[in-house]
């Protein structure tokens, strides 16, 4: 049995961006990966719009509820993929971060938060490819 790999999605309120990265990575990836998502100031919901998205593609994240990230998360994973919360996400010396630029489609319609699912998963599937991570 392979080890596993972990992936820690992170954004300020954990109930867009990192939910749907999440989501998109947990259909998307082999078995042996491991998928958290966490924010700096999480919101007290998902955001709907980005519930309406993905549903679209038949994932749901209406069980998900935004959490915040906690030192436990960030040593359970191998990598931390940022998406916009700067300086509030944290950085952990031999942790490898990759920061994503992808706008917050929080107080976004139904288009513009399709986009940005859209975004995420092309990235989501491309870093997968690139770790062959992808399931087959």
């Known amino acids: 049995m392979s080890k596993s790999f972990g992936i820690l999605f992170l954004c300020v309120h954990n109930a867009g961006r990192s939910q749907m990265a999440a989501a998109l990575t947990r259909s ?21 719009m980005a519930l309406a998205a993905m549903e679209e593609l038949g994932i749901s994240i209406a069980d998900e509820q935004p959490k915040k990230w906690t030192m436990e998360m960030l040593h359970e994973v191998d990598v ?7 300086d509030d996400c944290p950085i952990l010396p031999g942790k490898e971060r990759l920061d994503w630029e992808i706008t917050d489609p929080a107080g976004q319609d139904l288009d513009f ?7 995420i998963r092309l990235r989501v599937e491309e870093f997968l490819r690139e ?6």
């Open 28 to 48: 998307l990836a082999s078995a042996n990966v491991v998928v958290l998502s966490g924010g700096s100031a999480p919101a007290s919901s998902v955001n709907p």
């Open 80 to 86: 931390v993929i940022s998406m916009g919360c700067g």
């Open 113 to 119: 938060v399709r986009r940005v699912r859209d975004e």
């Open 131 to 136: 770790r062959q991570l992808l399931a087959i």
